[in-house]
């Protein structure tokens, strides 16, 4: 902690630090709630895996231009309490957006007080989530097409990520194929129906907007009566398919069991949950969707829990490079409860669209 404290020290901000703690539970960035003494701010402080993001100037700039944006709508709009509603970027004292230590990267931001978040879902959260999401969506949709680049290159790809598939099972690196091949074969199979957006973008029929990339719920932040406030963790927001947002929430949120449990007979589909959060999403955006993107929302959840499902076996097959793993058989683990929960989602896929269809 006396590391952290040494950090704190390079950014632009009041008050003496009284707590450094560590908070949330992601699978990439570290992240520390600083509390400071008496009445001045309380900070979130974060180390950013610069394996993963490796253009950080890039990622900062991303950020800072999202939040301006967004700051900008709010205030425009006669909005109170902006501080609380989009994230504020505190800078270091050499008026830079991170600060390399000569071995990490770091950013801090301001820490939204009286916010909590959700690790867990209910209909009444899932509805409201979407909507959230949804004007997140609508309040980047004029921010202008060269404006943000791609933090990590590809990302939500299907077609890219499927190349990096084939070539580590070409190269076997760590020698676990065999035991994976059946899945290898099952998700082989489904390649062409899961490259369809990238298809359809490519024949100027499907958009490509600001999302995302990672709504879980608890990327959310909401007050103490449970209203969404803010969105957070915007490192890949970025332009992509609104399906990717669609899809990502459903995977995580839907699926009645952990992203990696265990027990596959746990895992199933919460219609409850996709009903909710649907109908939340198609209210928010409806002055900008167009019927082709509907239409494919139920298509976005099998989608990324597919391109979950590839990108756990990847890591898995090239020996755990990407994902934190809590033991060696992690990624295998996270791939097969990946792997239930489309075969759920492809039980379920006339459901959803029938439902889509009624809104
Ligand atoms: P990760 O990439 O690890 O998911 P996040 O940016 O989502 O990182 O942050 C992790 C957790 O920290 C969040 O789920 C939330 O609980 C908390 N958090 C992050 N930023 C803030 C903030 N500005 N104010 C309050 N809490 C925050
Ligand atoms: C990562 O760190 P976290 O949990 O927010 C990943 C997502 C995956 C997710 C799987 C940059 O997100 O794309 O869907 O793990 N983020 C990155 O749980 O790869
Ligand atoms: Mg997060």
Redesign the pocket.
Known sequence: MEKIAQIIDHFDTQGTVAQIAP?????????Y?ITTEGSTP?Y?L?RINHHVFQDVELLQRNIDRITSHIRKKLTDSGCTDVDRRV??VIPTKTGKLFYFDGENYWRM????AG???HETISAPLAYLTGKAFGEFQSMLSDIGENTLGETIPDFHNMEARLETFRETIAKNPANRLEKAQWMVDELLARAEKMCTAQRLYREGKLPKRVTHC?T?V??I?FDEEDRPL?V????TTMPGFVLSDFGDFIRTSANTGAEDDPDLDRIDVDMDIFRSFAKGYIESTAAFLSPIERQLLPYGALLLTYMQTVRFLTDYLDGDHYYKIKHPEHNWQRSEAQFRLLQRLEAKEQEMNDYIASL
């Open positions: 908070v949330g539970n992601g699978w990439i960035n570290d992240t709630r309380d979130i974060q994230l504020r931001m301001l820490f939204i916010s909590v978040t990672d879980k608890n990327n932040l803010c957070i963790d915007l490192d």
